[in-house]
Nanobody, 126 residues
Framework: QVQLTESGGGLVQTGGSLRLSCVISGRNLDMYVMAWVRQAPGREREFVASIAWSSGHEYSAPSVRDRFSITSENARNTLYLEMTDLKSEDAAVYYC???????????????????WGQGTQVLVSS
């Protein structure tokens, strides 16, 4: 099991940019997929982007693919989400999440992940 701590949320104007960070407490993350998942008020959690820790393979939800970028700094056990051109629909609590790779598992859904951070709130002003 790993522990996750997000930071970097805040208030941004539409069209603005923000970078979220997630510090991961754990020594061997080779078998993990890390992800950002968001939840807007009154809505279910929504997968945003993921990255396999070992290979660096990335996948992003179509709704953010052209604007968000997920990266990792493996030596520092840190995950990032760089967000640009923020829109009102991006406002949500953003969670860092981790899950171990396992057979026949789909990584682009929140249910894949069983380790969660506390979340960091992103507000987008109109």
């Amino acid at each position: 099991q790993v522990q996750l701590t997000e930071s970097g949320g805040g208030l941004v104007q539409t069209g603005g940019s923000l970078r979220l960070s997630c510090v991961i407490s754990g020594r061997n993350l080779d078998m993990y997929v890390m992800a950002w998942v968001r939840q807007a008020p009154g809505r279910e959690r929504e997968f945003v982007a993921s990255i396999a820790w070992s290979s660096g393979h990335e996948y992003s939800a179509p709704s953010v693919r052209d604007r968000f970028s997920i990266t990792s700094e493996n030596a520092r056990n840190t995950l990032y989400l760089e967000m640009t051109d923020l829109k009102s629909e991006d406002a949500a609590v953003y969670y860092c999440a981790a899950g171990r790779l396992r057979p026949n598992a789909v990584t682009s859904t929140p249910s894949f992940y069983d380790n969660w951070g506390q979340g960091t709130q992103v507000l987008v002003s109109s």
